[in-house]
């Protein structure tokens, strides 16, 4: 089983859909969690991290479920600047470990 | 805003020619990484750096690549001889030793590595 596994996408949405991106992790000891996002050809970016309770930030909300090693990414009313690839990212004993991304492509 | 420089942005190099990638984290930074991305492809794990020492290692990681940290700011990244399928963007990344969710990873514009 890979340690970080995603949505293989892509997803390719119009403006002002909502859309959803899931991610499994292997290692149940792993302590920590974040949603990056990575434009094309640049570094990959912080967006959110993820918290046990749940957080929100604006139009994006990030959720944790430990019991199922499971963390999603929410969207709400997507723009077009939000294409981008969406990296889930797992802190497993100081070692940040990538998932393979998922492509989100918002049409006019 | 403090950020991870690297240098070369870019450097095409010929096969079997060794390489260094230089990096510079910032500066209260503690744990140091380094990721390759091959064009296309997903962002993956090459090696992680705490404490003067490699914490851990990928099976990408052979013994063709060494990491250093010479001076205490610059942390490099050597490959002996270079092979064409090393051809790939190569970025440092560093991050405080904070627990739970702090210590957010800080990354570099990368490197892009060309080898003919």
């Known amino acids: 089983r890979k340690e970080v596994e995603q949505d293989p996408g892509p997803f390719n949405v119009p403006e002002g859909a909502t859309v959803a991106f899931n991610c499994t992790y292997s290692?149940?000891?792993?302590?920590?969690f974040f949603w990056y996002r990575q434009d094309c050809r640049k570094e990959p970016k912080l967006l959110m991290s993820?918290?046990?309770s749940g957080n929100e930030d604006g139009r994006f909300t990030a959720q944790l479920n430990r019991a199922s090693q499971y963390i999603s990414l929410l969207i709400r009313d997507s723009k077009l600047s939000d294409s981008a690839t969406y990296l889930c990212?797992?802190?497993?004993?100081?070692?940040?470990?990538f998932g393979a991304g998922t492509r989100l492509t918002v049409k006019p | 805003e403090p950020e991870v420089t690297q240098t070369p942005s870019h450097q095409v190099t010929q096969m079997g020619q060794e390489v260094i990638l230089r990096c510079v984290p910032i500066s209260n930074h503690l744990y140091f990484y380094w990721y390759r991305q091959i064009l296309g492809q997903k962002v993956e794990f090459l090696v992680s750096?705490?404490?003067?020492?490699?914490?851990?290692k990928s099976e990408i990681f052979d013994d063709q690549f060494s990491v250093e940290r010479p001076d205490g700011s610059n942390f490099t990244l050597k490959i002996r001889s270079t092979k064409l399928e090393d051809s790939a963007m190569y970025f440092c990344?560093?991050?405080?030793?904070?627990?739970?969710?702090?210590?957010?990873?800080?990354f570099g514009e990368g490197s892009r590595l060309t080898v003919l």
């Open positions: 750096f705490y404490n003067n020492e490699i914490s851990e």
């Open positions: 990212v797992v802190n497993m004993n100081n070692d940040m470990r």
């Open positions: 990344a560093s991050r405080t030793p904070g627990g739970g969710n702090t210590g957010e990873l800080f």
């Open positions: 993820v918290y046990s």
């Open positions: 290692n149940s000891a792993s302590q920590s």
